[in-house]
């Protein structure tokens, strides 16, 4: 099959996703709109005004519903899983006043990344979110949805142990929070936290859970889109030299496991060389302009400095042995070239 055609099927799928959600947003759309008109016929309607301190503003529904829109697109375009989360997160956000994603990585959940921790009085910053973990030994919220496979919305801590995960984030309890399991090919592989602050406006539990959906969605299609732009696209950057066995991109995220790959842990676990190989790689294909114009201009490091630096804290993630991955760094990434990467802090060569 060739290239053009692969593409047109990748976006045919895609565009059968979007047309799925944009119906969803609509229908969610014309039962606000049914709500509000029979609010009007409650009698003494007309006279009652709500003094304006007492309720937050509400957003005008066709904002509203541009907003979900738009953000729905943003998720489902995603080109992989670590934009796809960041998308995710900075639409849950719109409806709340803290959310994070915690990923479920053997007896524990391990957070990941965080969005609004810095605006309220909290002990961790957004990015401080990764050094937070839970055990799924302690009776927690997180522990009780992902058994259940249910969401939890209303007071915090619900659960014998919920002050755990209040006294890790640290500052003023929130007045209601909503915590929704994550499912991937069918799975619960993580949870979604928000909450929201007295004096705020509530969750928007529906538009979250639009949210969360199309996440699921959207990565569940993502390691085929993946692959089989990979395929295209690997001799754009391997050039003359042999290419190696082209595998599915291992994304910063790092949610799913190959099938192939996991009849045998020991070639994701066991081999750091690989691990980094990927993880490089994975830069390149989607990043390609930007690091050819870093290694022109001398820069490469100051480019694609955040990109670099997660794909490094992914790697540490797996193995710990750096000059591996200092030495793939300069081999792959910046051709050979060292000096490209400076102000890069390398430890090992």
């Given at each position: ?282 830069i390149i294909l989607y990043n390609e302009k930007a690091v050819e114009d870093g290694i022109n201009s ?52």
């Amino acid at each position: 099959m060739s290239a053009d055609k692969i593409k047109r099927l990748i976006e045919t799928i895609l565009n059968e996703k979007k047309g799925m959600l944009v119906a969803q947003v609509h229908e969610i759309q014309e039962s606000i709109m049914q709500q509000l008109e029979g609010i009007k016929e409650v009698p003494g309607f007309d006279a009652f005004h709500v003094p304006p301190d007492i309720v937050p503003p509400v957003m005008d529904p066709g904002k509203l519903i541009s907003s979900i829109h738009k953000n729905v697109m943003a998720v489902s375009e995603s080109e992989n899983q670590l934009k796809l989360i960041s998308n995710l997160l900075d639409a849950i956000n719109l409806f709340s006043s803290r959310s994070a994603l915690f990923l479920l990585r053997d007896d524990k959940l391990v957070g990941w990344r965080g969005k609004g921790f810095e605006k309220h009085d909290s002990n961790v910053t957004d990015k401080e979110i990764k050094t937070v973990f839970f055990s799924l030994s302690a009776d927690t919220v997180f522990k009780h949805v992902l058994e259940n496979r249910k969401g939890y919305a209303g007071p915090p801590a619900p659960r014998a142990d919920d002050h755990l995960i209040f006294s890790r984030f640290g500052g003023a309890a929130p007045k209601e929070i909503l915590v929704l399991p994550f499912f991937v090919k069918g799975k619960p592989q993580a949870v979604i936290y928000a909450d929201s602050f007295e004096g705020e406006p509530g969750i928007g539990r529906r538009e979250i859970e639009i949210f969360a959906r199309t996440g699921e969605m959207s990565l569940d299609l993502l390691p085929l889109r993946q692959k089989i732009m990979a395929r295209v696209k690997t001799q754009e950057f391997i050039g003359d030299s042999e290419p190696e066995p082209v595998a599915e991109p291992d994304t910063a995220a790092d949610f799913i496991v190959p099938e192939k790959e996991s009849k045998s842990p020991s070639l994701r676990t066991n081999d750091p060389e690989r691990k980094a190989r990927v993880i490089l790689n994975d830069i390149i294909l989607y990043n390609e302009k930007a690091v050819e114009d870093g290694i022109n201009s001398g820069d490469l490091y100051a480019a694609l400095r955040d990109t670099i630096d997660q794909a490094r804290e992914e790697y540490l993630r797996k193995h710990d042995d750096m000059e591996i991955f200092e030495t793939q760094l300069i081999k792959i990434l910046a051709k050979g070239n060292r000096e490209v990467l400076k102000g890069y802090p390398f430890v090992a060569i």
